[in-house]
Structure formats: C-alpha cells, structure tokens
C-alpha cells in the first residue's frame, strides 16, 4: 500500500474510530478484523489517540491503522512515529500537506468543494476524503461533480449511514466509506466487541 488509491481499495467501509481509553484500542482493532474489516482510522481527537495507534500497529500487524483528523503539521509526524500506516485529514493547508507528504505514508487529503478538489489535484492527489459528506451535499454533490472532475475519487466520511453507504458506494467517483456507526460509544464503553464484530461483518458485505 503505497498510494491514496490503494486506500480506497482497503474495504468497502474504513471505520473513523474516536478512542477515550487506550485499554480499548487492541479489542476494538481485533473484533474489526474479525468482522472482515482490515483497516482502522482512529481520530486524533483524545489524549489517548496517538498511544491507541501505536498499541494497534504493536498488537494487530494484520490490521492497516492509521491517524484521521490530521490538523497540524505535527500530528503527521506523531502520527507516523506512533506507527500509522496511513493518515487522514479533514481539510487541507499547505503546511499540514506538506507536513503529511513528508512522512511519506499514503494519505487522503480532506475537501469539501470543486475548488479544494481541484487545488488537490494540482498537487497529482487524486484520492480524496469528502468531508463532511452529508453536511456538504451527500450522494447528489459527489454525481455532480463525477462529470467535471472524473480523475478524482473520494471516501465519503461525515454523516454516513448504513442505509446511505450503499447509496455512495454505487458511485463511480466513490471508492469506499468512511463510518464511525461501526464502534458506538456505548459499545465501546461496556466492551461490547461481539457487537463490533458484528457491525464490521455487515459493513464489509457492503
């Protein structure tokens, strides 16, 4: 795995994971794979995301981990110290590009509109995250835009469902979902990972 477009081709659905306890990481990683999800986005949204990654990539091998919510040049490099094998950004500066390029893992970058795509693509990024996909005009915006821009191709995070996933994932233009309905915060909190598990084997038939 080499490229953006190779992470389009992981699974139908990339589950985006927000961790509070780092003690959660490795069971919800191993119940993912045993639901025939190979990959994990886990957000760098709590103090415990970059430690949840690294226990991950130590314990999982076989599961791809990688960082999302990528904000600031410097949770690229944490991010990739920490062991992703991936990163995942909401949006797009300059800095945080070329902070994510640097590390030279394979990377989604984040847009939300025709001009963010396109300064993405002069950049030769044509594997994209829409973000946030439901808020920003959902299945009907990504038709739209197949036509003017039929180089790019997205992961959808932001609102999805799954009802809406199969709506996107029958897009040309659309490669696979990103979906945090695989880890509920409940389920995660009473360490429910036989309902992770089974979440993860509906989503991977998608």
Not at 92 to 112: I, R, S
Request: hydrophobic letters at 50%.
């Amino acid at each position: 795995m080499t490229t953006g477009a190779d992470l389009l081709a992981l699974s139908p659905v990339v589950p985006v994971v927000v961790l509070d306890e780092v003690t959660h990481a490795v069971p919800v990683a191993e119940a993912l794979l045993r639901g025939g999800i190979g990959v994990i986005e886990v957000t760098l949204r709590t103090p415990v995301a970059l430690a949840a990654v690294a226990a991950i990539a130590a314990a999982v091998p076989d599961l791809v981990v990688g960082a999302g919510t990528i904000t600031a040049p410097e949770h690229a490099r944490q991010a990739a110290d920490a062991g992703a094998r991936f990163l995942v950004t909401p949006g797009c500066t300059e800095a945080v590009l070329d902070a994510v390029e640097a590390t030279g893992l394979p990377f989604l970058p984040g847009a939300a509109t025709v001009s963010e795509a396109m300064r993405l693509a002069e950049r030769g990024l044509t594997a994209l995250k829409f973000f946030p996909a439901e808020a920003a005009g959902g299945v009907d915006y990504l038709r739209s835009i197949g036509g003017p821009l039929p180089g790019l191709r997205f992961c959808p995070t932001g609102g999805i469902t799954p009802d809406s996933a199969p709506k996107y994932l029958a897009l040309p233009n659309v490669g696979c979902v990103g979906g945090s309905w695989l880890t509920p915060k409940a389920a995660l909190a009473a360490g429910d990972w036989a309902q992770v598990e089974a979440l993860a084997k509906q989503a991977a038939a998608l």
